[in-house]
Structures are given as structure tokens and as C-alpha cells.
């Protein structure tokens, strides 16, 4: 079964530091890799995913299908990017598969 | 454009009881999805609808729980008889299309139960 992984439960950065968040998956196959964030009272919602190579209030994540790997990068974190990250896989093969598998999170904490 | 709604944002009742979680997807959204998260542990799948039918239900945990989507509108998830491991805020999602651009998930605020 598929599974993804986030080693880290808590992340604290100093504002201006560089943050990477990260994800590693494990799946044999061709995944889609998502980032959720969930800001203080606010819902869960998609900060960027893989297929579109986009990079989202300065974050970035690059698939390394070698690593099974999906971090999130920002080379300069705000205190506004404060939140709980989740990294989520969709194995998008047809019937069944498109639920998300979602890592337990990562609470990010930028310090002024 | 409403995103998706859950009904009640907070649930408390006691052992045995039956609770009913109500899901509104985003209009036109076929796809409806129910997560949940329990204390401590990742978010989990539960079930997928595609329309009124069950696509995947794998994840659902036992008979206790019941999900319907009459109409393919809104969705209810039952809980009959609530057990305290239930306990857990439990999340609906929908999405436009399965596969490709549109396969992007859009999550309600959640339902945080309580079982005492």
C-alpha cells in the first residue's frame, strides 16, 4: 500500500531563514504529490501540486521519482507562512485510486 | 462561489448514541470524498462518491458507519452507535473531475466529534 512520510512533526524558522519541508513517498508506480496547508482556523486547502510545476506564495517541490521525494522549499520564509503542511499522493490510475493518502503533517512555525 | 459546507462544525455526545454529519460539495462537483483524523494520527480516506454511488468505500471502518449521497447532492455520514474511538474531526471534500487538471480536492472546515 501506498504511504507517505513527513519526519518532521515540528519545523521552527527565523523570518528571512530558508525552510524545506519534507515528504518522502513510497509507491511503485507514477503518483500525483500534492501539499495541503491548513493556516490558523482556517481549512485545509491545496498549496501546489507536482503536475503543474508552479510556484505558490514562493514555494516550490520538485517530484525526485529517484528519492521518492516531494519537499517543499521557500528560500525565504514569512511569519505568514506559519501553518500545518501535509503532504498528500493520489495514485490516479483509474477507478479507485484517486483518494489522497495524506503524511501526518508538519507545524511550521516562522519567528519573527 | 460556496466552498464545501459541513454540518455541525462541533459534535459532543455520549457512547451509544447516533450522530449524523452532513457534507454540501461545491456545486457541480460529482466527486465527494469523507477523511477523517483521529487524535494523533494522519488524515485518513473513508469513502469516495462519484455522483450517488460508492466509487471506494475501503476505508470505511466498520458497519457502524453509513454514508449515503441520495441525489448525488449532498452527502450524510451516520455513526450508529458511536464508540469513543470515533472521536476525531472528520472532513468532506469534492472535487470537479478524477484524473488531470481538475483533480483538485477542496475541503470543508471539518466536523469535530466528540464521543464521551
Known amino acids: 500500500a501506498q504511504r507517505v512520510t513527513q519526519p518532521e512533526k515540528l519545523l521552527s524558522v527565523f523570518k528571512g531563514a530558508p525552510v524545506e519541508l519534507k515528504c518522502n513517498y513510497s509507491y511503485s508506480g507514477s503518483p500525483e504529490l500534492f501539499w495541503y496547508v491548513q493556516y490558523s482556523r482556517q481549512r485545509l486547502q491545496l498549496l501546489l501540486r507536482?503536475?503543474s510545476r508552479e510556484s505558490i506564495k514562493g514555494f516550490t517541490a520538485d517530484l525526485n521519482k529517484g528519492e521518492t521525494s516531494f519537499h517543499l522549499k521557500k528560500p525565504f520564509a514569512q511569519e505568514e507562512d506559519s501553518a500545518m503542511y501535509y503532504c498528500?499522493?493520489?495514485?490516479?490510475?483509474?477507478?479507485?485510486?484517486?483518494?489522497?493518502?495524506f503524511g501526518k503533517g508538519t507545524l511550521l512555525t516562522v519567528n519573527p | 462561489e460556496a466552498g464545501v459546507t459541513q454540518f455541525p462544525s462541533h459534535s459532543v455526545i455520549e457512547k451509544g448514541q447516533t450522530v449524523t454529519l452532513r457534507c454540501d460539495p461545491i456545486?457541480?462537483?460529482?466527486?465527494l470524498y469523507w477523511y477523517r483524523r483521529v487524535m494523533g494520527k494522519e488524515i485518513k480516506f473513508l469513502l469516495h462518491f462519484v455522483k450517488e454511488s460508492k466509487q471506494d468505500e475501503s476505508g470505511m471502518p466498520n458497519n457502524r458507519f453509513l454514508a449515503e449521497r441520495t441525489g448525488g447532492t449532498y452527502s450524510t455520514l451516520k455513526v450508529q452507535p458511536a464508540e469513543l474511538e470515533d472521536s476525531g474531526v472528520y472532513f468532506c471534500a469534492s472535487s470537479q473531475e478524477v484524473g488531470g487538471a481538475k483533480n483538485i480536492q477542496y475541503f470543508g472546515a471539518g466536523t469535530r466529534l466528540s464521543v464521551l
Open positions: 456545486s457541480g462537483h460529482d466527486n
Open positions: 507536482h503536475i
Open positions: 498528500a499522493l493520489s495514485l490516479n490510475s483509474g477507478g479507485s485510486n484517486y483518494k489522497l493518502t
